[in-house]
């Protein structure tokens, strides 16, 4: 098998290294339009076009900022090839409506890494809180610099995936949104008794901090997840995880 791993920034040096460990190096090929992101990463296949490399691998990994996952993604799928892209999926539910659709025509797999629905401590709060009638997150992460996308897509997607994995999809949603600081509650739960979550993300913090508190009618499950800045590094380009 061969893989193409788009994107090769700091997200996408680290799923590098993975396939490289499940598929060998000679077998996945690197495209980023900056060369110097591949620079010290020994990489056998490399072009700064994705499309060049489209027709000579089986499958995508997209790592690219936000903006740009729909056309790459599109570009993947109807060259027949499967694809897995760094969240979000897409900026707006209709792009990603087509996405779906392409993969679905074309027959290949779509996929999105939500690597926190299979973080253990949620793996474990879902098993001991299978419908909280509460939930309250913070993601809050150190950032100077604020992306054209804006907070709600570069934090957002994975709490927002936690609470709808957790509680279902909500009825209604509102809050406060300001350029690096986000606050959401969402409403009507599609669970057995209508349930609340509120979400709180900001780039304004000294400290990369993944929290979540489910409650339920007998009792709490708390995880925190704390990373010290110092011990982060962070590329501007990859978004913040």
């Known amino acids: 098998m ?20 499940l598929l060998g190096s000679e077998n996945v090929w690197v495209a ?3 060369s110097r992101q591949v620079d010290h990463l020994k990489v056998q296949h490399y072009t700064n076009d994705y499309r060049l490399f489209l027709d000579q691998v ?3 990994v ?27 999926l897409a900026l707006t539910s209709i792009a990603a409506y087509e996405l779906a659709a392409a993969a679905r025509r074309v027959g290949v797999p ?15 709060a879902i098993e001991l809180m299978p419908n909280p009638l509460e939930m309250d997150i913070t993601w809050s992460n150190p950032r100077v610099e604020t992306p054209p996308e804006g907070i709600l897509w570069t934090l957002g997607p994975h709490p927002m995936s936690l609470i709808v994995r ?3 999809a909500p009825g209604r949603v509102t809050g406060h949104v300001s350029p690096r600081t986000v606050t959401l509650d969402f409403w009507g739960m599609q669970a057995p008794i209508p349930a609340h979550a509120r ?3 900001t780039w304004a913090t000294d400290e990369k901090v993944r929290t979540f508190v489910a409650t339920g009618s007998k009792g709490a499950v708390t995880s925190l997840t704390q990373f ?12 913040s995880r």
């Open 228 to 239: 010290s800045d110092a011990t982060m590094p962070h590329d501007p380009r990859s978004g």
């Open 199 to 201: 979400l709180q993300m």
């Open 32 to 34: 980023d339009v900056d």
């Open 62 to 88: 997209i790592a690219t900022p936000p903006s740009t996952h729909f056309e790459i993604a599109k570009a993947c799928l109807e060259a027949g090839k499967a694809v897995l892209c760094e969240k979000p």
């Open 58 to 60: 089986d499958a995508c």
């Open 166 to 168: 957790m509680m279902g």
């Open 2 to 21: 061969h893989l193409l791993i788009v994107g090769a920034g700091y997200w996408g040096s680290k799923l590098r290294e993975r396939f490289d460990s």
């Open 110 to 124: 779509l996929m999105v890494d939500s690597t926190w629905l299979y973080h253990s401590a949620v793996q474990k």
